[in-house]
């Protein structure tokens, strides 16, 4: 005899209704996958518009549960760029406004709200996936070590203006990559090869100890972006000043401060160019909407990947410069001894 919905349900399986809902998904990633998804325990650090747009695919996947962990409240700005805040909302708690909405997609999914300090061993522990967002690049490097710590899989990402990056640390992760095998004769039908991968992934901290000694030229740009030379500026200024650089009044003290990064990495000076370091410096305090759509379905997929163990992750830096539509990947680590 076979379980009924609610049976089901608390058995932890899929119920049929699950199926349906879910299907189009299950015929791409598998019910297996959806299954992971389904037993997932998310948290969500930071509320930004990449928080909300994030949350909302993850929601709509069927991620099990969901935790967003923010203490800022709705201001004007949030209104602007933000599709689930509006002028009624001003004042009040912005994650407690944004996860009423969101349980609206999806009732399924168990979803709640905590404050940063309620943020303990027993939270990062019982998560699954931890993704820390628009946060101080020192704040995301605490969390990353205590996750890493607990035995749980991060994530670090930002969008500002035009720009955003992800950064992945699924400490030891396995999963199954599948590539079409093309026939050898007409006769041959397109089969599908799993191969089961297992990838290492280095901590934030140490990602930043990389160097690039004695390299240059095309060389250097296969392995670095000067993408990512100019957003370490970014966290440089931002450690040292605890704040984003102010467009064009702060654009010569970032510059010193990209002077120190590329020195650290031993980069050649003039590797970013002055017009890029510009944008990022105009861009730093900006939200802009349609770069937290795009960054926000990234996110997701990534954690997604986590938690289902379909597909290689970035290892380890996704950089996004959504006015030249660049997307690239980006490998950091410390020089083996």
């Not at 037993?39 to 509320?47: D, Q």
């Not at 140490?206 to 004695?214: E, I, Y």
């Not at 590797?271 to 795009?294: G, H, K, T, W």
């Amino acid at each position: 005899m076979s379980d009924s919905p609610q049976d089901s349900e608390r058995n932890g399986h899929i119920t049929t209704e699950e199926i349906a809902l879910y299907d189009r998904q299950i015929r791409l990633w598998g019910l297996d996958a959806q299954q992971r998804m389904r037993g997932s325990a998310i948290l969500l650090i930071g509320c930004q518009g990449l928080t909300l747009e994030t949350a909302k695919n993850l929601v709509l996947a069927g991620v099990g549960s969901l935790v967003i962990a923010a203490d800022a409240t709705v201001e004007q700005m949030d209104v602007e760029v933000q599709f689930y805040v509006g002028q009624q909302d001003i004042g009040k708690v912005w994650s407690a406004v944004v996860a009423k909405k969101l349980k609206v997609l999806n009732p399924r999914v168990e979803i709640r709200t905590v404050a940063e300090s309620g943020i303990d061993d027993e939270l990062l522990s019982a998560s699954s996936v931890v993704a820390c967002v628009g946060q101080p690049i020192d704040k995301q490097t605490l969390f990353n070590d205590k996750c890493r710590e607990l035995g749980t899989k991060f994530l670090a990402a930002d969008c500002f203006g035009m720009f955003g990056y992800i950064f992945c640390d699924f400490i030891r992760h396995t999963y199954i990559e599948e590539r079409k095998e093309v026939p050898t004769t007409n006769k041959d039908e397109v089969k599908t090869v799993k191969e089961t991968k297992t990838q290492t992934f280095v901590p934030l901290r140490d990602a930043f100890k990389a160097r690039f000694d004695g390299m240059g030229g095309r060389k250097l740009r296969r392995m670095l972006s000067p993408l990512l030379v100019g957003y370490q500026a970014l966290w440089a200024f931002e450690q040292e000043h605890k704040r984003r650089p102010a467009p064009s009044v702060d654009l010569d003290e970032l510059k010193r401060v990209l002077d120190t990064v590329c020195e650290r990495g031993a980069i050649p000076r003039d590797f970013v160019e002055p017009e890029l370091l510009e944008r990022i410096c105009n861009n730093a305090r900006l939200e802009y909407p349609p770069a937290n759509a795009v960054m926000g379905g990234m996110l997701a997929q990534e954690i997604l990947k986590a938690v289902t163990a379909k597909e290689s992750p970035f290892t380890n830096f996704f950089l996004f410069d959504a006015a030249n539509n660049e997307g690239t990947v980006n490998y950091l680590a410390p020089p083996t001894p």
